[in-house]
């Protein structure tokens, strides 16, 4: 059934923990169990991971300092961020080894449902819908399409740090105005 690792915040001492990088886990489970696994992980627009993150962060720190701002404050101040500091989203190390892809398939998180039935189907394991849940789901504050949070700063930010993916997985930019009502 794969790797199942520590779930918490903190994983120092652990052996197995959430997001671990590919290549730690090829180390662990050597060559031969590696090459032989079926490996997935899934993987989402930059776009809308970024500000996923930059949610992430806000609320931790802030405690929701948006709700009731003007989105135009709140896109302003995420472009800021996003300049500066997108490079902290990045997670490249899950899915690459040696700047190779090291996974055999990739579930889009856009279409999570569909293609985790896909890959339960594939490995021969029962599809249980109701399992997957929903996470970290209430971080945004401001509910708007991330699309939405984007002016040509943050976009060129974006495409500067995660080109690869975009162009890998075929995902495009947002509009350049980022001032829909």
């Known amino acids: 059934m794969g790797v199942i690792g520590y779930r918490g915040s903190n994983p120092t001492g652990r052996v197995w923990y959430n997001h671990m ?16 696994y079926f490996k997935f992980c899934v993987i989402r627009n930059p776009f809308d991971k970024v500000v996923s993150f930059w949610w992430q962060i806000v609320n931790a720190k802030f405690a929701y ?22 490079s902290d989203a990045t997670d490249r190390d899950k899915y690459l080894i040696d700047d190779k892809v090291s996974m055999d398939c990739f579930i889009r998180y856009e279409s999570l449902a569909d293609e985790v039935k896909r890959v339960c189907q594939r490995v021969g394991y029962p599809f249980e819908p109701d ?27 974006v495409e500067a740090v995660f080109g690869w ?10 509009s350049e105005t980022g001032a829909s009502p």
């Open 65 to 86: 300092p948006y709700k009731e701002e003007d989105f135009a404050q709140v896109r302003s101040d995420f472009s800021r961020w996003c300049v500066s500091h997108v």
């Open 131 to 157: 399992r997957l849940g929903r996470y970290k789901g209430d971080y945004r504050a401001v509910s708007r399409p991330f699309a939405e949070y984007y002016d040509k700063q943050s976009i060129a930010a």
């Open 21 to 36: 990088p590919a290549k730690q886990i090829r180390a662990l489970v050597g060559e031969a169990v590696w090459n032989n």
């Open 165 to 174: 993916e975009l162009t890998y997985f075929g995902y495009g930019r947002p």
